[in-house]
């Protein structure tokens, strides 16, 4: 199992029963491209995170000229461009910083520094700065916990409304790629959201 590997069964179905969704995947980028982003961030990225920006570097959402929706690999979200992972990642953090500072009485100015302190994987009920987002629709986000222990590099989803108390949904991003690639091949579920393809586009539908 690798990022480069399950993508490619990805990208392949694709190619084949959902082209329009195939091509808006975007190019990857090469590591200098990708070290700079992940310098930026002041965190040493799990090694399956630039491999992903190797592969692609996120996917067009919709039609610039038509306004047609191109679909996505995610069910309920879209992989990010590197640029926007990082500025989503800036934004979430400058307002967690914000919170903190305007309520004293809830949160310890070091607050973030104890989460980060924290084993991968342990709910930090708030954005703190080893959490690099990846994917993600408004307000809800997938990131990588960057943190260190047995859940290194696993993936949770972030929401405004629940923060991450959800809890890591996959050990690894080769592991949720995996998922999601078998999901494609057998007509499968991922969760509740099974991939149907209409027009060449790639969509999920709730499997009543």
Request: a negative charge; glycine letters at 6%.
């Given at each position: 199992?690798?990022?480069?590997?399950?993508?490619?069964?990805?990208?392949?179905?694709?190619?084949?029963?959902?082209?329009?969704?195939a091509a808006a995947f975007q190019p990857?980028?090469?590591?200098?491209?990708?070290?700079?982003?992940?310098?930026?961030?002041?965190?040493?990225?799990?090694?399956?995170?630039?491999?992903?920006?190797?592969?692609?570097?996120?996917?067009?959402?919709?039609?610039?000229?038509?306004g047609l929706f191109l679909g996505s690999v995610l069910p309920d979200k879209f992989f990010y461009p590197i640029d926007v992972a990082t500025e989503v990642r800036l934004t979430l953090l400058e307002t967690w910083d914000?919170?903190?500072y305007e309520n004293p009485d809830l949160y310890a100015?070091?607050?973030?520094?104890?989460h980060d302190q924290r084993d991968a994987g342990t709910a930090a009920t708030m954005f703190i700065p080893s959490f690099v987002p990846f994917a993600g629709l408004d307000?809800?986000?997938?990131?990588?916990?960057?943190?260190s222990g047995a859940?290194?590099?696993?993936?949770?989803?972030?929401?405004?409304?629940?923060?991450?108390?959800?809890?890591?949904?996959?050990?690894?991003i080769s592991v949720m790629l995996a998922a999601h690639a078998v999901a494609l091949e057998?007509?499968?579920t991922i969760g509740v959201w099974k991939p149907v393809v209409s027009k060449g586009v790639l969509e999920w539908?709730?499997?009543?």
């Open positions: 199992m690798s990022v480069a590997n399950d993508w490619s069964r990805i990208e392949a179905w694709c190619r084949t029963h959902a082209p329009v969704t990857g980028l090469g590591d200098a491209v990708i070290e700079e982003f992940e310098a930026s961030t002041g965190v040493t990225w799990p090694q399956e995170l630039p491999d992903l920006y190797r592969v692609h570097n996120g996917s067009l959402t919709h039609d610039d000229r038509t914000e919170t903190i100015e070091d607050e973030m520094d104890r307000e809800y986000h997938y990131f990588v916990d960057t943190r859940l290194h590099h696993c993936v949770t989803e972030y929401a405004s409304d629940a923060t991450d108390n959800g809890g890591p949904i996959w050990a690894s057998t007509g499968s539908e709730v499997d009543a």
